[in-house]
Each structure stands twice: as structure tokens, then as C-alpha cells.
């Protein structure tokens, strides 16, 4: 058995999403901490996937089927309660992604046309505290799959025309878009964002439909190194560095794996019969930074810590119980790890 540890995964949180056949609805989204215990995530839903981090390992959005209302909907997991942000709006909402600033998520919106026969798809932008739906697109190209830049200034989508997808920027100031990847014939979609660069899966050709991860760096568009023309990767997840996780057919269904710059690994211990995709992680040492991994505070950390708190104005302290610190106004590791990460880098 490969673990994770020894497949060359750092240490820290792993979502992703499983199912048999995607029409069964059977999808179920997982959470594995980093001790390596694994839970469902579970609910007054169905067909859980496509999970998305936000400033902590404790929050997180996915979508899912809300089962009262028989629609597509847009879920907030908050230091495990759940909550369903879009529920009963008579939309299908899918394909949610936090800001950096975890204060909105970005997702795609569809409604039934009946003049373009079947569904027409835009973007929009949820505000995760007043649950306030902004249209962000409104043309008939179906635009999915967006997630934000690094500095939350643009969001990539996947935009199709007759079945086809192209990578999109959309400038959120001017609300202008351009193409980052446009091929005939050539299907590409489910863009990610680690830093500067700009990760998306991608057609090999027009004549062969297995997928390969590309890597575009703001100047250049390359094919990752484990990537084949004999089977599909996709589902880019960058840990760190050059690590990347990922989901392949390389032994048949879909399994997750992790590139570690050097060789692929199975993540044995998290692959079944069924097929393993969405991957999310988030590292422990962006939240603990240099804190000792078994958790613990050192002297320092406390002084500084101590310090701070003294000094800090009451109004500097009220800034902290929001989105995704302070919980019901408590403190617990995750926050004061952020809060020293803040404190630090000013």
C-alpha cells in the first residue's frame, strides 16, 4: 500500500469527490485531515463534489443536490456545520470557488431557455456573508469551471460554443474577456490557479480526446511531464512547488495520484473501484507556518501572541471574529495560527 506520506503529499487537508457513473448521482465528497483520518461530508443532499478551500481548513464550499428542492446548489461547510447558501433560488448552481480573500465565492448559474433549447450557463459571484447573488456574465456561450487569480483581480472560466471549450480571463474591473487557450476541435476546461500560474486540462488533439495538464506560466503553454496520449489527466491540484495531485485512467478508472517532480505515485489509500476526481488541498504549513507540526505553540509563539493581544485596540480584535476566524467568538488553533501569520507578514 502507497500512503500518502510516502507517495511524496505534504502534510495538510485533502478534499476530493468519488462516484461510480456520474447520471447514478452517487457522488460523495471526502475531507482527510492530516493525520490521515478521512470523513464523509454529508447532509440533507446528494451528488457532493467539487470541493474548494477557503482561508482555512475549516471552511470550505462544494456543490450538491439539495433533496427537498431537486436543484443544484452551492453549500458552505464552517467548521462542520453546513449550510446551503443558494438554496431554493429555482437556478442551478455548480462549480464553486472561494477568493482569495474568502469573502465570495465564484460559480456558474444556469436557467432553462427555452429558445436555445436546454440550459443557458453564467457566471456569478455569491457574497458568502449576505448570500447576495452578483451576474457576472449574461451571453449565450456556456461558461463554467471559474476560479480567481492569485490576487483576485481576474477569473478564468472554461467558455463553450457547440461543445467545445476554451480558456477565458475575465477582468473584473473592466468586466472584459480574452482567450488564454482557444483550439479547433480541441475541448479544454477546468482551469486552477497555483501563484502565477494558470493550470487546465486540455484535449491531446482534435482526433484524441485523452486529456493532458497544461501549464501556462503568463507566456508560454506546456504539457506537464506525467502527461500521455494513451490516457486521461486531469483535475490539476498543485501541493507545492512542483508537486502536483492529480486524477488519471493510467490503470483504468479514475484514481488520484501525486507527481512529486520526479515520479507518480498512486494515493493507494484514498482510491477504490469507484472514480476518484476533484482534488483540493490545503498544506498544513500555510496555516502553521513554522509552528511545530505536532501543533504546539512554541514559547515565542505565545510571547508574541501575548504581546499583541495587549497592544491590539478592541476594534483590531472585533476585525477577527469574521469569515473565517472567531467561529461563535471563540479562538481555537486555526485562528491564532492565522492571526500570527498576519501579525508577521504585517
Request: net charge negative; hydrophobic share 35%.
Amino acid at each position: 500500500m502507497t500512503s500518502a506520506a510516502e507517495a511524496g503529499l505534504p502534510k495538510g487537508w485533502l478534499l476530493w469527490h468519488s462516484y461510480n457513473n456520474y447520471a447514478d448521482l452517487d457522488s460523495e465528497l471526502y475531507l482527510r485531515t492530516p493525520d490521515g483520518a478521512v470523513k464523509t461530508i454529508s447532509g440533507d443532499f446528494i451528488h457532493a463534489m467539487n470541493g474548494s478551500f477557503g482561508r482555512s481548513p475549516e471552511r470550505f464550499t462544494f456543490m450538491a443536490i439539495d433533496r427537498a428542492a431537486d436543484e443544484w446548489d452551492i453549500y458552505l461547510s464552517d467548521h462542520g456545520e453546513i449550510v446551503n447558501l443558494t438554496r431554493n433560488s429555482g437556478f442551478r448552481n455548480e462549480d464553486p470557488k472561494f477568493s482569495p480573500d474568502g469573502k465570495t465565492i465564484v460559480f456558474k448559474r444556469g436557467h432553462r431557455d427555452d429558445s436555445a433549447d436546454g440550459f443557458v450557463y453564467n457566471l456569478a459571484l455569491l457574497d458568502v456573508k449576505t448570500r447576495e447573488v452578483t451576474m457576472l456574465t449574461d451571453d449565450s456561450a456556456e461558461e463554467a469551471m471559474p476560479c480567481f487569480s492569485a490576487d483576485g483581480k481576474f477569473i478564468y472560466c472554461a467558455s463553450y460554443t457547440d461543445g467545445i471549450g476554451s480558456v477565458c480571463r475575465l477582468d473584473l474591473s473592466t468586466k472584459t474577456s480574452e482567450f488564454i487557450f482557444s483550439e479547433s476541435g480541441v475541448n479544454a476546461y477546468y482551469p486552477i490557479v497555483s501563484g502565477d500560474k494558470l493550470y487546465f486540462t486540455k484535449w491531446c488533439s482534435a482526433d484524441n480526446r485523452c486529456d493532458r495538464i497544461m501549464c501556462y506560466d503568463g507566456e508560454r503553454i506546456t504539457s506537464l511531464p506525467f502527461d500521455s496520449d494513451k490516457y486521461d489527466c486531469s483535475d490539476a491540484c498543485p501541493v507545492g512547488g512542483e508537486k502536483m495531485m492529480f486524477s488519471s485512467t493510467m490503470n483504468g478508472s479514475y484514481d488520484l495520484y501525486c507527481y512529486d517532480g520526479s515520479r507518480v505515485s498512486p494515493l493507494t489509500e484514498l482510491n477504490s473501484d469507484k472514480n476518484e476526481l476533484g482534488a483540493d488541498f490545503f498544506a498544513f504549513d500555510s496555516v502553521f507556518g513554522d509552528v511545530n507540526e505536532d501543533g504546539e505553540f512554541t514559547v515565542a509563539d505565545l510571547a508574541m501572541f501575548q504581546k499583541w493581544l495587549l497592544s491590539a485596540p478592541d476594534a483590531n480584535l472585533e476585525n477577527w471574529c469574521n469569515a473565517d476566524l472567531c467561529k461563535d467568538g471563540r479562538l481555537d488553533v486555526f485562528d491564532l495560527c492565522m492571526m500570527r501569520r498576519e501579525l508577521v507578514e504585517g
